[in-house]
């Protein structure tokens, strides 16, 4: 596992956006312009090609994303240019995605493209030799100079790559405006007291104060974390257990149970908030169900292209009982694109691969879904008509000091399952802080090498 320290130390550079070209490819034969554009894999007239099927799994299945738009047009752009080969679509939920990986990976049947998180989420599936090192593509003209500087490095085991990531995030809280005002709320909360007391303001209204979908648990752990990046007063809470210098007794993890708790029984959350995918609960706020919703600002394209476009803000996560800096955020290293060892088409696999990572920055910047994507961005985000709110998004990412991981990028599959069971629980029935924090220790004990 990496230190945190190494995670601070890239955090300003990784994290911000740039603008550049991208590359070229040769490692598959193919050409490619500037901006990223593949011509078409040519092979002499006489050569019979081989009709091949590559299985592509991805977490882009909501049609009101635009990145579910943005990998279809690369699709079938890479199809029409070889047309003996074909990309099956396996689109599915993170969570979903999480469970159906692990049961392919069981039986050694991983598909031949697709998604793992970063660090901790990934090595187990790296140290079976489930993934194909993709170095030998990645650093051959030019695809490594689009990805942001220090990216690369959570996706990196023993110096070989074994996944490209889809985007380089922070957590924010988006807000709709016109609910705010409709409740009398004149300015967004400096303090996470103050959010608690907005809530009830809003709840009091008949507006529905905040959006998840906590059926996909890493939706609420995600919001616990930056809870708790406050109440540690700043990053490195879980590498201080890791190192033995702390332990989940510690009043910074039992401050942050209890600052969450205050949030869920003041009523932040829609009733059954559990059987909401993060579709589902990310769409309540995209329709005007709801005034606030914390999320990765990958979420900016969706919020943007939805009917509450113009009508959202956003602002950083507050400080927590006077504690932690809200220009410290919970980062978010993205999902990431990884091949499997045993494809039957390994070759042809990371030649589209290849192509949809160099489509990628272009074809996102185009459908307005570049905001936090992890490849350098070659346009005018102004000029090219985004709105005023993933402006400020932008405009957060330069305000980075440092962060911390999700926690299941962070410890073991095992102590992060105990923890993801642990936190949705709280959405169900109040807990003793105490307890959840032993819950905790005991996943932790249980499962630590």
Not at 133 to 159: A, C, H, R, S
């Amino acid at each position: 596992m990496k230190k945190f320290k190494t995670l601070q130390v890239i955090a300003a550079g990784a994290l911000a956006v740039s603008l550049t070209a991208c590359g070229t490819n040769s490692d598959s034969k193919s050409t490619t312009t500037p901006s990223g554009g593949a011509a078409a894999t040519t092979t002499p007239a006489a050569e019979k090609k081989e009709n091949i099927t590559i299985t592509f799994q991805n977490i882009y299945p909501d049609p009101t994303d635009p990145k579910n738009g943005m990998l279809k047009k690369i699709v079938n752009d890479y199809q029409t240019k070889n047309p003996n080969i074909k990309i099956e679509l396996d689109s599915l939920n993170t969570d979903q995605q999480k469970l159906k990986l692990k049961t392919q990976a069981a039986s050694k049947e991983v598909p031949d493209i697709t998604v793992v998180n970063p660090a901790a989420q990934m090595q187990p599936f790296v140290d079976a030799g489930l993934f194909a090192p993709l170095n030998d593509m990645v650093e051959q003209n030019g695809l490594k100079g689009t990805f942001q500087e220090g990216i690369l490095n959570w996706y990196t085991f023993k110096n070989n790559i074994y996944a490209l990531p889809d985007g380089n995030n922070i957590a924010v809280i988006y807000y709709n405006k016109d609910l705010f005002k409709q409740a009398g709320i004149a300015d967004v909360p400096k303090t996470f007291e103050e959010m608690v007391a907005d809530v009830k303001t809003l709840k009091a209204k008949g507006i529905q104060p905040m959006a998840i979908g906590e059926k996909d648990s890493w939706t609420g752990s995600f919001l616990f974390m930056n809870v708790l990046l406050r109440t540690n007063g700043g990053p490195g809470f879980l590498q201080s257990v890791v190192d033995g210098k702390k332990n989940f007794s510690d009043p910074a993890f039992t401050d942050a149970v209890s600052s969450f708790e205050d949030l869920i029984q003041a009523g932040a959350f829609q009733e059954g908030a559990t059987s909401f995918d993060y579709n589902a609960g990310e769409n309540l706020f995209k329709t005007g169900k709801a005034a606030m919703y914390f999320m990765g600002s990958w979420a900016t394209g969706g919020i943007e292209t939805s009917s509450v476009n113009g009508k959202v803000g956003v602002f950083q996560f507050p400080t927590v009982k006077g504690k932690g800096n809200p220009d410290e955020f919970m980062l978010a290293p993205g999902s990431a694109f990884a091949v499997s060892a045993n494809s039957k088409h390994l070759k042809e696999t990371k030649d589209f691969l290849n192509y949809f990572m160099l489509n990628f920055p272009k074809e996102a910047f185009a459908v307005k879904g570049a905001v936090g994507i992890a490849q350098k961005v070659d346009g005018d985000f102004k000029a090219a008509g985004y709105s005023d709110m993933a402006m400020d998004v932008l405009g957060l990412f330069k305000k980075v000091k440092g962060g911390d991981l999700a926690f299941d990028n962070t410890m073991n599959p095992g102590t992060a399952q105990g923890h993801l069971t642990s936190i949705q629980n709280l959405f169900v029935q109040k807990a003793d802080p105490a307890a959840v924090a032993k819950e905790h220790q005991t996943a932790y004990d249980t499962n630590k090498k």
